[in-house]
T-cell receptor, first 112, second 115 residues
Framework: QKEVEQDPGPLSVPEGAIVSLNCTYS??????FMWYRQYSRKGPELLMY????GNKEDGRFTAQVDKSSKYISLFIRDSQPSDSATYLC????????????FGKGTHLIIQP | ETGVTQTPRHLVMGMTNKKSLKCEQH?????MYWYKQSAKKPLELMFV???????ENNSVPSRFSPECPNSSHLFLHLHTLQPEDSALYLC??????????????FGNGTRLTVT
């Protein structure tokens, strides 16, 4: 059983749409949840960082964590062509040496 | 401009070659990492260095050999690689050792092709 499941896509939506990206996980001990954005030919960059359950908003981006369902989401409002990238979810136990556990990433395409 | 710099950006090597990847972080972080990114697979942690001491190797084949001479520099020495080792190799750093919820700062990677 994979620890973190993420639909690889591609997910193609028109400009201006609300985008929902999701990950599910199996290890209930995860405490820190992150979203990274990776443009083509670039390394991943941290987009959102949350601890435990709840919501966090930053501009057009909202991260949600539902620990009871082992489910995290990233919402992008008023999507722009510049949001086209691969989005990676990542999780951390917060107390061991295993490091971050990543999803495979979702390739998002925003059509102008 | 990224605070983590990797060179070279692209590398093509034969299975009998020896090469090295270089990483330098300008963020004053205490931990550095090597990750492997292959198509349709999650990022795989290869090596972790906390305060210059290697703490994890995740059963990486011995044809990959890391070196961390100081807290700002990290190398990955490669020898007798296999075609399946072709991938994007990412270096990352974090303020605190991994396991404390510290986010990672990545370089732009070295695209390695083994022929």
């Amino acid at each position: 059983q994979k620890e973190v499941e993420q639909d690889p896509g591609p997910l193609s939506v028109p400009e201006g749409a609300i985008v929902s990206l999701n990950c599910t996980y199996s290890n209930s001990a995860f405490q820190y949840f992150m979203w990274y954005r990776q443009y083509s030919r670039k390394g991943p960059e941290l987009l959102m960082y949350t601890y435990s359950s709840g919501n966090k908003e930053d501009g057009r981006f909202t991260a949600q964590v539902d620990k009871s369902s082992k489910y995290i989401s990233l919402f992008i409002r008023d999507s722009q062509p510049s949001d086209s990238a691969t989005y990676l979810c990542a999780m951390d136990l917060g107390g061991g040496a295993d490091g971050l556990t990543f999803g495979k990433g979702t390739h998002l395409i925003i059509q102008p | 401009e990224t605070g983590v710099t990797q060179t070279p950006r692209h590398l093509v090597m034969g299975m009998t070659n020896k090469k090295s990847l270089k990483c330098e972080q300008h963020l004053g972080h205490n931990a550095m990492y090597w990750y492997k990114q292959s198509a349709k697979k999650p990022l795989e942690l290869m090596f972790v260095y906390n305060f210059k001491e290697q703490t994890e190797n995740n059963s990486v084949p011995s044809r990959f050999s890391p070196e961390c001479p100081n807290s700002s520099h990290l190398f990955l020495h490669l020898h007798t690689l296999q075609p399946e080792d072709s991938a994007l190799y990412l270096c990352a750093s974090s303020q605190d050792p991994q396991g404390a919820g510290a986010p990672l700062h990545f370089g732009n990677g070295t695209r390695l092709t083994v022929t």
